[in-house]
């Protein structure tokens, strides 16, 4: 992509209505445009790094069983009557009235919707176990949207929902999702830690969260220091026990202010680490909670009727976007991890009057273009320091310069965005360098 046809309103100024430190780099860096309160249109760049991350979301439910579908925006009050939500749910729903005067409300969460779509479409044991998810952005209505895209009411999703005969099965469902979130966060470039939680208006009795670390973090955290040695299970895990994985990584204290305050007085402090955490997932099991008042059942092996059992697992795909910078930026702008950036590459022009800096950077533009490397080319008609200061900013993990210097030498500058090391690369091996 050349800089000069495409479009990054970058900002020099500090916001003054962001309070942290993502919100403030995704505005300067074009990512995002506030047009109502918690609510953003994204920018190019922006999109680019929610689809990638949304991406990594899908390939890791595909990896671990669930199915892909798309539920609407929109739900009919009626199946939120019939669970009992409809008034529980209180302000955070935004209710509509349609021109026929009836009722129906822009989904904050799905556990109604699918439960309806099982009961119709499912009959027998032998369909299960059935795991379905989607990409879809929710409304609620936050009493106090903040921080940009981490606290928005308007916001992406991934959830899903998992159908099983009996509680054992599910709680095997269960474990397949917090095992695929480890590996989700993990290719994220984040450190995410399982945490136990309370099931809130959920409901049912298993439930964790998955906190990254960040000094912004909106809860209070305790956990061991025994989480930094474990390892993020391989791709070939599905098929064999998820438990003891599952168990390894339960087994240490991990708790957010909220249940460190009931559950643990007592526990030994000497190995817990306190720090503060940003939720960027949260999984439940439970139950039979929609699935009997819905009529969600199925026929079982010996010929009766069960209610199935279900569980519910989401992940905040916008927030994580907030949640990557705030966990990996410095004073000059984002360091995106090289799994979610927007380009590979940032290409620059150093003196885009000179003729020969032009001809061999477009030149290497095309060479990498070939190669297959997502690259941002900077051939604006800009100083050089503009050039490096918004390339900073943008935070693609490599960044390439020539100036007429280099072009003496035959050399250009190659700068590591996340580790800020530089070394000279001939021209001629920059392209397969970076392949
Ligand atoms: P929170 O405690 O932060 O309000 P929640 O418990 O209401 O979260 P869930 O209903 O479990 O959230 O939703 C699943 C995920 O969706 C959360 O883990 C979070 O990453 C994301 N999420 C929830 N609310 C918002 C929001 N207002 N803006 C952006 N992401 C959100
Ligand atoms: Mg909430």
Redesign the pocket.
């Known amino acids: 992509m050349r800089l000069s046809r495409y479009f990054i309103p970058t900002i020099k100024e500090t916001p003054s209505e962001a309070q942290i430190v993502s919100h403030r780099l995704m505005l300067r860096a074009g990512l995002i445009r506030q047009s109502a309160a ?1 609510i953003y249109t994204w920018l190019p760049l922006g999109l680019k790094v929610l689809k990638k991350i949304e991406n990594i979301v899908r390939e890791e439910q595909n990896r671990a069983g669930a199915h892909e579908l798309l539920m609407p925006t929109i739900q009919s009050a009626d199946l939120w009557q019939e669970s009992g939500r409809y008034d529980d749910y209180g302000k955070e729903m935004l209710r509509i009235e349609d021109r026929h005067g009836r009722e129906l409300l822009y989904g ?2 799905n556990e109604e919707l699918i439960t309806d779509i099982f009961r119709r479409e499912v009959r027998s044991y032998r369909d299960l176990p059935l795991n379905l998810y989607h990409i879809q952005w ?1 409304f ?1 209505d ?1 009493i106090r ?1 903040r921080f940009g ?5 308007e ?3 991934k ?1 899903n929902y998992s159908f099983d005969l009996t509680a054992e099965e599910g709680v095997h469902s269960y474990n397949a999702m917090f095992v695929a979130y480890l590996r989700t966060f993990a290719r994220l470039g984040l450190r995410a830690i399982p945490m136990k ?1 309370d099931t ?1 208006p ?1 409901g049912g009795d298993l439930s964790h ?2 906190i990254v670390l960040a000094e912004t973090g ?2 209070e955290v305790f956990f061991d220091k025994g989480f930094d040695a474990f390892e993020i299970p391989g791709e070939d895990v599905f098929d064999g026990d998820l438990q003891p994985i599952v168990d390894q990584w339960t087994s240490l204290y991990a708790a957010t202010d909220e249940m460190h305050d009931v559950e643990n007085p007592g526990v030994d402090m000497k190995n817990i680490q306190t720090g503060r955490g ?5 999984i ?1 099991f439970f139950g039979d909670k929609y699935s009997k008042p819905m009529g969600a059942s199925v026929q079982g092996p010996e010929g009766d009727i069960v209610d199935v059992q279900m569980g519910s697992y ?7 976007i907030g949640g990557i910078i705030e966990a990996s930026h410095d004073d000059n702008g984002i360091i995106w991890p090289e799994s979610v950036a927007p380009f590979k590459v940032g290409l620059m022009n150093l003196n885009v009057k000179n003729d020969e800096c032009v001809e061999t950077c477009d030149r290497l533009y095309k060479e990498f273009t070939a190669a297959g490397v997502e690259i941002l080319y900077d051939d604006r008609k800009e100083g050089a320091g503009a050039k490096f200061a918004d390339m900073d900013l943008i935070g693609l993990p490599w960044q390439v310069a020539l100036g007429p210097r280099g072009l003496k030498s035959g050399m250009v500058e190659l700068k590591n965005r996340a580790t800020g090391e530089r070394e000279e690369v001939a021209i001629d091996d920059i392209v397969a360098r970076l392949s």
């Open positions: 918690g904050p969460t929710k609620r936050e949207p895209v981490m606290r928005g009411r916001f992406l999703m959830d939680a809130g959920i969260e998955f909106e809860s940003i939720e960027v997932g949260h439940f989401g992940i905040g795909v916008s927030r994580l």
